[in-house]
């Protein structure tokens, strides 16, 4: 059974960095997958932030992160990270972690087939 567990949010001010984390279990990063966060915000739909697949390195950034958040993965640790720097207050959202397994799409989405519960980030001005 794969889960994911998201941890690291929190409430930091404008211009802040918090990184995020994912500990993924059930598949392993030497196989065939993709994961991803998402983030939503009230009264939003949810968006892809960003994703990472294990087939060539593809990564993906939505254009209101790049260059600002990076995401990352440790093998020995199962885990993927989003380190997000010089937050603004429009980045407060819920961010979950995703992960497509096995992988079947090609880009990110939000049709994912596993979701964590959820971390709140929040960025005051």
């Known amino acids: 059974e794969v889960q994911l567990v998201e941890s690291g949010g929190g409430l930091v001010q404008g211009g802040g960095s918090l990184r995020l984390s994912c500990a993924a279990s059930g598949f392993t990063f030497d196989d065939d997958y993709a994961i991803g966060w998402f983030r939503q915000a009230p009264g939003k739909e949810r968006e892809a932030v960003s994703c990472?697949?294990?087939?060539?390195?593809?990564?993906y950034y939505a254009d209101s992160v790049k260059g600002r958040f990076t995401i990352s993965g440790d093998n020995a640790k199962n885990t993927v990270y989003l380190q997000m720097n010089s937050l603004k207050p429009e980045d407060t959202a819920v961010y979950y972690c995703?992960?497509?397994?096995?992988?079947?799409?090609?880009?990110?989405?939000?049709?994912?087939?596993?979701w964590g519960q959820g971390t709140q980030v929040t960025v005051s001005s």
């Open positions: 990472i697949s294990s087939r060539d390195g593809y990564t």
């Open positions: 995703a992960a497509d397994y096995p992988h079947h799409f090609s880009d990110c989405r939000n049709e994912y087939d596993y």
